[in-house]
Antibody, heavy 126, light 111 residues
Framework: QVQLVESGGGVVQPGGSLRLSCVAS????????MHWVRQAPGKGLEWVAF????????AYADSVRGRFTISRDNSENTLFLEMNSLRGDDTAVYFC???????????????????WGQGALVSVSS | QSALTQPASVSGSPGQSITISCTGTASDIGAFNYVSWYQQHPGKAPQLIIFDVSNRPSGISDRFSGSKSGTTASLTISGLRAEDESDYYC???????????FGGGTKLTVL
């Protein structure tokens, strides 16, 4: 079945760095745009970043632009989020999410996410 | 402060219908038919229930429906059931720069 599994979360000091991974299975990873979405404790969802299926286009939320980098390795079915200069307000569960429509699909939407990982907790604290 | 505005909470009795609104601007909801809705139970990942304003993914009950008028999208749940009690989020594509925006979420209580 379609599955996304995040890893790499943990506790980091303010100003530190962390790299999240999201391993995909059950679908042709290289055909789908991927996103990171986060959720601070007790708060709502916040979109973080997008990476096109072939890595030729990407976008970031204003809150992370210049500090976070999204990348992917299609040969390893893996999405990454490199997080630098971490701040307390980056504390959240980070979800990776798959776009519903693939590069060569006729159905669904590029603007909806039909599969999410279980989330990785990132805690920024001294 | 979320880019899209949702009511913090709504409630209804079993069997009733409720509607959750999601208000944006001419740069997001008003400009594109790319509104989607997600249901999120506590401690779980969100689940897609409506995409492109009014389309249901396979496996989602037809008790869930979506619509849009101008800069406001709406999610309606009919025939409320206890298992519908959850948090609901809307999201939309926006441009200049291209991004995704979320509503702040609505907690649905089934009385």
């Amino acid at each position: 079945q379609v599955q996304l599994v995040e890893s790499g979360g943990g506790v980091v000091q303010p100003g530190g760095s962390l790299r999240l991974s999201c391993v995909a299975s059950g679908f042709t990873f290289g055909n789908f745009g991927m996103h990171w979405v986060r959720q601070a404790p007790g708060k709502g969802l916040e979109w973080v970043a997008f990476l096109q299926y072939d890595a030729n286009d990407r976008a970031y939320a204003d809150s992370v632009r210049g500090r976070f980098t999204i990348s992917r390795d299609n040969s390893e079915n893996t999405l990454f989020l490199e997080m630098n200069s971490l701040r307390g307000d980056d504390t959240a569960v980070y979800f990776c999410a798959k776009e519903q429509k693939g590069n060569n699909d006729g159905s669904g939407s590029h603007f909806a996410w039909d599969c999410w990982g279980q989330g990785a907790l990132v805690s920024v604290s001294s | 402060q979320s880019a899209l505005t949702q009511p913090a909470s709504v409630s209804g009795s079993p069997g009733q219908s409720i509607t959750i609104s999601c208000t944006g601007t001419a740069s997001d909801i008003g400009a594109f038919n790319y509104v989607s809705w997600y249901q999120q139970h506590p401690g779980k990942a969100p689940q897609l229930i409506i995409f492109d304003v009014s389309n249901r993914p396979s496996g989602i009950s037809d008790r869930f429906s979506g619509s849009k008028s101008g800069t406001t999208a709406s999610l309606t749940i009919s025939g409320l059931r206890a298992e519908d009690e959850s948090d609901y989020y809307c999201t939309s594509f926006a441009h200049n720069p291209p991004r995704r925006e979320f509503g702040g979420g609505t907690k649905l209580t089934v009385l």
